[in-house]
Structures are given as structure tokens and as C-alpha cells.
């Protein structure tokens, strides 16, 4: 039987659930013909990479400068004109802390990662007078415990969820990958799919149309509550006028991840992965903490295809081969600006999550953040 006999097989109420959800099987057919042909070179970028030139990454002013002044009061005027919208990426389940829903643990004693996400935007709404919405990018998986968690707060507009895409694995050969139950092996297709599923969510079209089209979306994982919605930050991003903003860090000694580069004489953010092999991403210093402040119309008419890169997955003792999407490419058709923000004591902006040990070291830097910022309680 193949691959496309197998699909066509498959019960429709199963398929219909899967559409809901984005799948495209012409899709994953032409996908399911690269498998074999060299994963690597296709994942790579062609072309020229370099690092990022001295300009092209721009530091946050520092308190009680001019600049900082400046655009505080910019950042500040929008806020007050309820032109943000908070979208975190809340589809994980935390398989290093148990496979639990990332969204539900603990991050401070008391207080989940959606708790303290909660306080923020309360806070945000007391401190500045700024009703920020608050929307959440779950997956199939994490859909249902967070909406059960967030009860009588979801209203579909302050507080709304939304889910990101799905398809099918594929065995090593092209073949559907099966689960021990012999069912098809769903999963989620990466945070790339923000720009569809928000698009089909409809909550970016009625917030610009309640705003005169105007609007900036701020993109931010669920685990990094360094990233905070920031008058400051979005100061500087209103006034560059472009249609991106992606927050990066100094690079230390573990960041593997996405990275600031200049290609073909463009900035964009690439995955490490995906660079060249002639370019040493030791040579890069800067890192992307995956926080993007994104001009609202740019996002809404966002017409671009994203790359799905080819990902080995190891499910039980099984190799599965997985097509995702990386949310860092909307940075090749908007071009962003770099603003290198501090990991650092109470201004930090990078405080990642991934497993129970990092959690454990970070929760003092949480805390002392989440103090200094209003939402600690």
C-alpha cells in the first residue's frame, strides 16, 4: 500500500480532526518523497552566511538616558492605546520534567508558568493601565489542561487559546509511522505554524480591526518569563518602523539554538542546524531567546511559505522521521532589527526552562524578576 492509500484509508472522523487542524496530506506526500535524499544538505541554508555586521545588532538603551526616555513614552502611548497583544507559545509538554503540560508546573512555589503569565498581564493592567490580551498558542496535547485551568478567565478575547498544527510521523522509509496501538503518530509541527494558526484563530483580525488596523504582536515562549511585555522594548520597536523586532542575548557557553546571522546580505534568524557547514556557529556571539515583536498587519498579511525542515525523533526504542516548522524563519520575509537585551540579574530577559535542574537553579532569578516587575503575587 502507498503512503497515499494509507492515508486515504485512514477513518474520516480522524482525518477531519487533523484538518481542523492544518494538516494538508498533499502536503506530507510531497514531503515523504525528500526522505532519503539528504536530510542535512536540505535543512542547510544555501548561499552566504555570516555573522551579524557591528550595526546590525543594536542595544537597549540603558535607564536615564535620553533614548531610554524616548521610548518608554512611545512604548508607553501605545499601551495606553491597547495596541499589544501577548501571544506565548504554550504547546510544550515538558518531557524533561515528566511529560507534563509546561504550562501547569510549577514555577515558583504556588505559581504555574501560566499563573505567573496571568499575574503579568494583570499587572500590566494595574501598573500602566494597559490591557495587554493575552493569547495562547497551545497544541493538541496541551489545549484541553490549560483551557480546563483557565475556566471562567477565557473569554476568547482578553484571554483566548488557540492551537498550532498537526500532522503525521513517517518511518525512515516514507511509510505512516505507527504507535504500539497500531493509530497513526500525531504531533505538533513546531512554532513556525504561529502565522497559520493565528490566521485561522481569527484573534489578530478582530483585534487590528478594533484598533484602526494598528497593533503589535509580542511573541514570547511560555518558559522565559524574563520576557516580559515592555514599554521600552516596544518603544524601540515602533520607532525603527520595521516590521519585526527579535530580542537576542549574548551568547554563553550551552545556547544552541537560533542565531542572528546576515544571509545573502539580509539579517534573519537560522538554527544552528541550518547553517552552512562552513560556518562555525561558535563564531556567532549573539543568540535568539525567541521573543519577536511583530508590526500586526505584517503579520496578518503574511503570505510566505515555511520551510519544514526534516527532524529524526526517537519515539520508544523507534526512529520516526518529522516535518516542523521554525518560528524563527518569519524573519526572512520581515526583516528584523536585533536589539541585544540583558540575561542578567533583575532586567534579564532570558530565563529559560527545559528540564527540573534548570528550573531549580533559575527560580531565584524568576522570583527576584517577577518581584521587580509586579507579578510575583
Not at 484602526?212 to 524574563?226: E, F, P, Q
Amino acid at each position: 500500500m502507498t503512503l497515499a492509500e494509507d492515508i486515504a484509508a485512514l477513518p474520516a472522523s480522524f482525518l477531519k480532526r487533523l484538518s481542523d487542524r492544518g494538516f494538508r496530506a498533499d502536503r506530507l506526500l510531497a514531503l515523504a518523497k525528500e526522505i532519503g535524499t539528504g536530510r542535512e544538505a536540505r535543512n542547510r541554508l544555501t548561499g552566504v552566511v555570516t555573522p551579524p555586521r557591528p550595526n546590525d545588532v543594536v542595544d537597549v538603551p540603558s535607564p536615564g538616558t535620553t533614548e531610554y526616555e524616548r521610548f518608554r513614552s512611545i512604548g508607553l502611548e501605545a499601551l495606553g492605546r491597547g495596541e499589544v497583544a501577548l501571544c506565548v507559545l504554550a504547546g510544550g509538554m515538558a518531557t524533561r520534567m515528566g511529560g507534563v503540560v509546561k504550562a501547569l508546573v510549577e514555577a515558583l512555589p504556588g505559581k504555574r508558568f501560566l499563573d505567573l503569565r496571568l499575574a503579568e498581564q494583570a499587572a500590566l493592567e494595574r501598573e500602566l493601565g494597559a490591557r495587554v490580551p493575552l493569547w495562547l498558542m497551545t497544541s493538541e496535547a496541551t489545549y484541553g489542561p490549560i483551557v480546563e485551568a483557565l475556566g471562567d478567565r477565557l473569554d476568547g478575547e482578553r484571554i483566548a487559546v488557540f492551537e498550532q498544527c498537526v500532522s503525521m510521523r513517517l518511518t525512515p522509509e516514507g511509510a505512516l509511522f505507527r504507535e504500539d496501538d497500531g493509530d497513526p503518530s500525531v504531533y505538533a509541527t513546531g512554532h513556525g505554524d504561529l502565522p497559520d494558526a493565528l490566521a485561522q484563530s481569527g484573534l489578530l483580525t478582530r483585534f487590528l480591526e478594533h484598533h484602526g488596523g494598528r497593533g503589535t504582536v509580542w511573541i514570547a515562549n511560555l518558559d522565559n518569563l524574563g520576557a516580559t511585555v515592555d514599554p521600552v522594548l516596544l518603544g524601540f520597536h515602533l520607532a525603527h518602523r520595521g516590521p519585526l523586532t527579535v530580542e537576542v542575548v549574548d551568547k554563553v557557553g550551552s545556547d544552541k539554538g537560533g542565531v542572528p546571522v546576515v544571509w545573502n546580505d539580509r539579517r534573519i534568524i537560522a538554527e544552528e542546524f541550518r547553517l552552512p557547514k562552513e560556518v562555525d556557529p561558535a563564531t556567532i556571539r549573539v543568540f535568539n531567546t525567541n521573543t519577536f515583536l511583530v508590526d500586526g498587519p505584517s503579520l496578518r498579511d503574511l503570505d510566505f511559505e515555511f520551510t519544514f525542515v526534516e527532524v529524526e525523533k526517537s519515539v520508544g526504542d523507534r526512529k520516526a522521521v518529522q516535518f516542523e516548522r521554525l518560528l524563527g524563519e518569519i524573519s526572512v520575509p520581515l526583516e528584523p532589527a536585533f536589539a541585544r537585551v540583558p540575561r542578567d540579574g533583575v532586567a534579564s530577559r532570558f530565563l529559560p526552562v527545559k528540564d527540573n535542574a534548570e528550573l531549580a537553579k533559575r527560580r531565584p532569578e524568576i522570583e527576584a524578576v517577577a518581584q521587580a516587575r509586579g507579578f510575583a503575587s
